[in-house]
């Protein structure tokens, strides 16, 4: 009997893949590695608000798989996902739950950078609410970041989903 494998397609753009493992390299190296306050913690942060600007236009006009229009959770889609965690409703591209995941890392990733920028503005200086808020957004990062790779090592042991080579090479194989 001849195997034939299924034909890969595109599912993550560059700008997708670049984002996705430059925002996890910056976030940690800065998390893990670099002391709060020093120059390269700042510029980390600088490099993570940017790179989440970038994607959030990119989420409005970039390839069919990073618009958030076509990948936005609604409360229907992720019960459905809930009560059967191997479906992937949406073909290729974000599940319900990863939609949400990712949107949720977005929003902490701008409110992790901005507050810390914002340390520096005259206006904040001094302000103990704008420090925890920093810390506290970052942690609450860190432990979604362990949540997302748990998950993402869950859905290819147990839903047969390579996603760690659709977010290396940009395609997974057609299911």
């Known amino acids: 009997m001849i195997k034939h494998d299924k034909p890969s397609v595109e599912v993550w753009d560059h700008v997708v893949r670049l984002f996705h493992w430059s925002v996890a390299v910056l976030f940690l190296a800065s998390y893990w590695l670099t002391e709060g306050g020093s120059s390269i913690h700042e510029y980390c942060g600088y490099a993570v608000m940017l790179l989440v600007i970038a994607r959030i236009f990119w989420g409005f006009i970039g390839s069919p ?4 229009k076509n990948f936005w959770p609604t409360a229907a889609a992720i019960k459905a996902q809930l009560k059967d965690f191997s479906s992937h409703p ?4 974000h599940s319900p739950l ?16 901005l507050s810390g920028w914002m340390r520096n503005w005259d206006l904040f200086w001094g302000e103990d609410w704008i420090q925890r808020l920093h810390e506290i957004s970052a942690h609450i990062l860190q432990f979604l970041v362990i949540l997302h790779i748990t998950s993402v090592i869950l859905i290819q042991k147990y839903a047969r989903i390579n996603l760690i080579r659709g977010m290396i090479t940009g395609k997974q194989k057609s299911r």
């Open 98 to 113: 990863g939609a949400l995941m990712v949107l949720t890392l977005l929003a902490l990733l701008l409110i992790t950078s």
């Open 65 to 68: 798989n990073a618009l958030f």
């Open 90 to 93: 949406h073909g290729h591209g």
